[in-house]
């Protein structure tokens, strides 16, 4: 079946504009997470959803960062006044319960200009 | 909150030879441990795990081990092969089962 996708794959933005991020889980999955990569390290967590309440934002780093799932299935990860330090690679990820396994999407590598 | 570090950073192995890695984590509420194999530009892959309820686990190749008294855990890999060269992670699950704390990477490279 079709595994976690992410849009874009690449996003290129200026400092000081908007971005919004796109994650499709896999389906039936209830829970997403979204995490940040930077280069030459490991994922860091940002925030947590079980179904389509936000359960744990406590890694976002501050409050431009927010992140949606209204219907319970896609996320929408939005980055509010970017900055240069916001370059990264953005990964979501998804299980079928909350401490299960949990299956990464491609990521989306926004650059910040 | 959960801190997990990993050895070494790099690790270069002639193919066929045994590589491990190791990692080690702070909360001993942590009961779930996966380990990602991460290529150049792709997504990370889930390659094994264990849960806090084993001692060791194995896959073909691959093993995993976990010592909660120590609260460390290492990956095994046997007969390496050039394919196995990559990034490799290891993660820890908070008690909450909502957040993996991940270690800073293996960049292993399997020398034909």
């Known amino acids: 079946g079709a595994g976690v996708s992410q849009t874009p794959s690449n996003k290129v933005t200026e400092k000081g504009k908007y971005v919004e991020l796109r994650c499709d889980p896999i389906?039936?999955?209830?829970?997403l997470y979204w995490y940040r990569q930077s280069l030459g390290q490991g994922p860091e967590f940002l925030i947590y959803?079980?179904?389509?309440?936000?359960?744990?934002d406590s890694g976002l780093p501050n409050d431009r960062f927010f992140a949606v799932r209204p219907e319970g299935s896609v996320s929408t990860l939005k980055i509010q006044r970017t900055e240069r330090g916001d370059s990264a690679v953005y990964l979501c990820?998804?299980?079928?319960?909350?401490?299960?396994?949990?299956?990464f999407g491609p990521g989306t590598r926004l650059t910040v200009l | 909150g959960e801190n997990v570090e990993q050895h070494p950073s790099t690790l270069s192995v002639q193919e066929g030879d045994s590589a491990v890695i190791k990692c080690t984590y702070s909360?001993?509420?942590?009961?779930?441990f996966p380990w990602y194999k991460q290529e150049l530009g792709k997504r990370p892959q889930l390659i094994i795990d264990?849960?806090?309820?084993?001692g060791e686990k194995k896959d073909q190749r691959i093993a995993v081990t976990l010592n909660k008294t120590a609260k460390h855990f290492s990956l095994h890999i046997t007969e390496t092969q050039p394919e196995d060269s990559a990034v490799y992670f290891c993660?820890?699950?908070?008690?909450?089962?909502?957040?993996?704390?991940f270690g800073g990477g293996t960049r292993l490279m399997v020398k034909p």
């Open positions: 959803f079980q179904g389509t309440g936000a359960a744990d």
């Open positions: 990820a998804s299980s079928s319960y909350r401490g299960g396994e949990q299956f």
């Open positions: 264990i849960r806090s309820n084993v």
């Open positions: 993660a820890a699950l908070n008690n909450a089962g909502n957040m993996l704390t």
């Open positions: 389906s039936g999955h209830t829970a």
């Open positions: 909360d001993s509420a942590s009961n779930y």
